[in-house]
Every structure is written in structure tokens, then in C-alpha cells.
């Protein structure tokens, strides 16, 4: 009998909502591989904080009516989020309100002097290492100074197939780093000529390995929540199950929930550049409820740990 996927359950605690904000559509680096859209400048950022700050607590207030009392906040690249002038005062606002952990993802381009001003905005950081335009050194110097700072620090590498011994050097590179922050790599899917058949099964090997260096000692305890997000439970048709791991799913081409009942709405939202609440994967959403999955392919690896099972 052939083994297959029939529920996914991801291991996110129940009374957390992810939510994912993308506030500006500038960007000041130009990768190829950059996801069409991510840095067109036609929004730009929001104009009025304060407006601004309203619609994420009306949003969050929703959410606690079914039991979501912990927001984990990811202000996301895609745009670069240092950019927009007001993201200190939006975190500020925001932790005032409600019970907000934020994660800001940025590509650390910003001075060593930015990082200074601001790190205490922040609860944990992920630095995207992108090749084509990102200065080695300075990367480093940023990650070793919020790894100082006691900021949970991780550093994202985006594997680019056409330069991939300039990627793989990069990480050599970091592992020389002063502080042993957590690296990472990341595939690059769903962008023009991208997808995972373009890389080698020896490149896909080194990718689905994609822990390079964890923290020592107590410090590895604070990346645990992040594990426990990026994973989940996967049962089979057999009867088994076995726990994915942030690539499994996708590597073992088990991403196919076409019809499947998808728990989207109610474990992680979006909050695009225009201000629209929508899911990651572009599905319409149901207000607070499941939605049935009219997608071939869940391309983004985060979604695919989202509950959902067989219907
Ligand atoms: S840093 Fe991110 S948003 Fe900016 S161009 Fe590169 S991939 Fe696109
Ligand atoms: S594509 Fe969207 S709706 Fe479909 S399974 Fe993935 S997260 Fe759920």
C-alpha cells in the first residue's frame, strides 16, 4: 500500500495566533531571486501610526474571542522593515495593548548605529542573508552585537543555485563568527526560475540539513519556541506518524492538500503591505474558520506545518 500524508498537526501552542506583517513594499537591496511584488514601492509604508495601531488591536481582540491570548508578531521582509520610519513606535504601541512577542526580519543592511538605537524594540531577530548585495563583515557584526544584546539571533541564508559555492563560503564565513548565533539555510522556491528541481540532490541534501550552528547552553533555549512553530505532526494513511521538520514536508513533495480541510485562519494571518488581512498562501480566508484548499502545491514552508487534515 502506498504510504501518503492524511493530517497535519502543527505543534504550535493553541492559544498562540501568528501573525505575519509585511509594512513596506521598499527594499534597498535588488536580488534576482527577490519574490515578484516584494519591493515595487507602491505602497511604500503606512502613513498614520495611529490608524495604523487601531486596526492591529481590533484585529488581535477578535482573535481573543476564540482563545488566542499570545501574539507572535513577524514583521517580514519582503520589503525591507527598518525602512519605514515608524517601526519603533508601532512596536512600542503594540506591546502596550496586548501580549506581543516580536520577531523582526530584516536583511541587517541598517548601520551598526540603527541596530544600537533600536534592538530594544525587539524580542528576537532573523537576519536574511541575501549574496548578491549583503557585506559579509558587516552581517556579522550585527548578528554578534544582538547576539550580545541577549536578542535571540538568527541568520537566514538564502541558498541561490547559480552561486552556490559563494552561499556555502558565506556560511563557512559566519561560522568564524565571534558569538555562535543560530544560521540557517533557506531554499528558494516560488520566484521566477526558482523552484526545488533546480538544485542538485547533493544541494538539497545540504538544505534539508539546514541547521548549521545552534546557540550553546541556555541560549539554545530560547530558539526552542521557534522549533516548535516550524514543525509539526505528520499522520499517514498506515496509521503512522512522524514529526516534520521545517523541510520535510516540502523535500518530501508531501505539499499537495488540494481539498483538504486547512486550519489557516485560525493558527496564522498576514497583514499585507495594502493592510489587508489575508493567508500566506494567497487563499481567501473565511473570517475565523477553516477553509478547504483549492491550491495544486503549499509552497511556503511555514504553511505547510498549519493544521489540516483529509476531508
Ligand atoms: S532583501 Fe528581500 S525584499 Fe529586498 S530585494 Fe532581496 S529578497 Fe527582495
Ligand atoms: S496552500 Fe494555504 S490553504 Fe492550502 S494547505 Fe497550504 S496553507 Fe492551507
Not at 71 to 77: D, R, Y
Amino acid at each position: 500500500m502506498k504510504k501518503f500524508p492524511i493530517k497535519i498537526v502543527s505543534t504550535q501552542d493553541q492559544d498562540l495566533l501568528q501573525v505575519r506583517f509585511f509594512p513596506t513594499d521598499i527594499c534597498n537591496f535588488n536580488c534576482s531571486y527577490c519574490f515578484p511584488g516584494s519591493h515595487d514601492g507602491k505602497f511604500r509604508y503606512p502613513k498614520d501610526l495611529e490608524s495604523t495601531l487601531i486596526n492591529f488591536r481590533n484585529v488581535f481582540d477578535q482573535y481573543k474571542q476564540i482563545g488566542k491570548t499570545k501574539f507572535h508578531l513577524t514583521i517580514s521582509g519582503g520589503g525591507e522593515p527598518t525602512l519605514w520610519p515608524k517601526l519603533e513606535d508601532f512596536c512600542k504601541g503594540l506591546k502596550e495593548s496586548h501580549n506581543v512577542f516580536i520577531t523582526l526580519v530584516s536583511n541587517g543592511s541598517r548601520t551598526l548605529e540603527w541596530w544600537k538605537n533600536n534592538y530594544h524594540y525587539f524580542d528576537d531577530v532573523t537576519l536574511s542573508f541575501h549574496h548578491e548585495y549583503a557585506n559579509i563583515q558587516h552581517h556579522c557584526d550585527v548578528a554578534d552585537f544582538l547576539y550580545e544584546k541577549e536578542l535571540k539571533v538568527t541568520t537566514l541564508v538564502l541558498m541561490d543555485f547559480k552561486n552556490w559555492d559563494k552561499c556555502v563560503h558565506s556560511i563557512d564565513t559566519m561560522l568564524a563568527s565571534k558569538y555562535p548565533w543560530y544560521i540557517q539555510t533557506k531554499e528558494i522556491v516560488d520566484a521566477p526560475g526558482h523552484g526545488m528541481d533546480v538544485y542538485s540532490e547533493q544541494q538539497k541534501k545540504y538544505i534539508d540539513d539546514s541547521i548549521k550552528r545552534i546557540p550553546a547552553g541556555d541560549r539554545l533555549l530560547k530558539q526552542l519556541n521557534d522549533i516548535k512553530i516550524h514543525q509539526s505532526v505528520v499522520l499517514f494513511n498506515d496509521n503512522t506518524a512522524e514529526v516534520a521538520r521545517p523541510h520535510t514536508v516540502i523535500l518530501n513533495n508531501w505539499n499537495q492538500f488540494q481539498g483538504w480541510q486547512c486550519m489557516i485562519g485560525l493558527e496564522s494571518i498576514v497583514i499585507t503591505h495594502d493592510g489587508l488581512v489575508n493567508s500566506s498562501c494567497g487563499v481567501k480566508l473565511n473570517g475565523i474558520e477553516p477553509v478547504i484548499c483549492p491550491k495544486t502545491d503549499c509552497t511556503c514552508q511555514p504553511d505547510t506545518h498549519i493544521t489540516k487534515c483529509i476531508i
